[in-house]
């Protein structure tokens, strides 16, 4: 008999330990009761032996620190970046002209967000090639981790857009990011349900999720796609409805 349990699980130890000796009871009473005259010439020639193999069982999760870096591109970087596309703007004062030009309200955060995509690019490829050289993570691409990323970087994109769209100072700008990505990059860090409890309806935390299930091969949780689906496109409405409101505003007074 051949038995397989889990080396660094206590409980797969206890019950090896507990059938090894069922077995060995089992076997003992069924030749002493049923076969009394044959237990001498059975114990001579009986060809039972258990061995017991250490299996060291994979996990699918990832490594704390490399969950953390791509958390940190994913979501703190991508938000920052989206942040200061729109500070950037007030601060220069290129917003006003930019609302006042020819051009469709919507094109104007599209055009943003794909910046925002492509910086996202760059810092993930050379993140990806790090640790996949260092043996940290082995990735393979694939068509739907491709859409899932597109769906989270967008969800992250929209909140930062409507973030600089709705406030003004910096200060209040900055203490809203790190409420939106601290408490996220924590829970996943410390691997506590306790945490995740209050900030599960966050939708950094949602994108989070399908982040990190994206990475371990798997689709992701429908539920998670809907919500940020739905985030991108609240944050969509909002941020026109904003521009729209700034765009009824005169660049200058005309006097007579």
Excluded: R
Excluded at 23 to 29: F, G, K, P, S, Y
Excluded at 173 to 185: G, H
């Amino acid at each position: 008999i051949e038995m397989y349990y889990n080396a660094s699980n206590t409980k797969g130890q206890s019950s090896a330990s507990v059938i090894n000796q069922a077995v060995t009871i089992i076997n003992a009473q069924n030749l002493v009761e049923n076969y009394p005259d044959l237990v001498d010439k059975v114990n001579q020639t009986q060809c039972l032996s258990i061995e017991l193999n250490k299996v060291d069982l994979k996990s699918k999760s990832l490594d704390p620190l490399v969950s953390f870096g791509f958390i940190w591109i994913f979501l703190y970087s991508t938000l920052n970046n989206s942040i200061n596309q729109i500070q950037q703007e007030k601060g220069t004062k290129t917003l006003m002209y930019i609302i006042k030009s020819p051009i469709n309200k919507i094109n104007v955060f599209l055009t943003k967000q794909l910046a925002v995509i492509f910086q996202f690019l760059l810092m993930n490829a050379a993140y990806l090639i790090f640790v996949k050289t260092v043996g940290l993570f082995d990735f393979k691409i694939t068509l739907s981790s491709v859409l899932v990323w597109l769906i989270v970087i967008l969800t992250v994109s929209s909140i930062g857009h409507l973030v600089g769209m709705i406030f003004n100072n910096s200060g209040i700008m900055l203490i809203v990011e790190l409420v939106l990505v601290f408490p996220v990059l924590m829970a996943d860090s410390l691997s506590t349900n306790l945490l995740s409890k209050f900030i599960s309806f966050f939708p950094t935390y949602k994108a989070t999720n399908l982040m990190i299930e994206s990475l371990q091969g798997e689709i992701g949780n429908i539920n998670d796609i809907i919500f940020c689906l739905v985030t991108i496109f609240v944050c969509y409405i909002i941020n026109y409805s904003i521009l729209i409101k700034k765009d009824a505003v005169k660049l200058c007074d005309i006097t007579s």
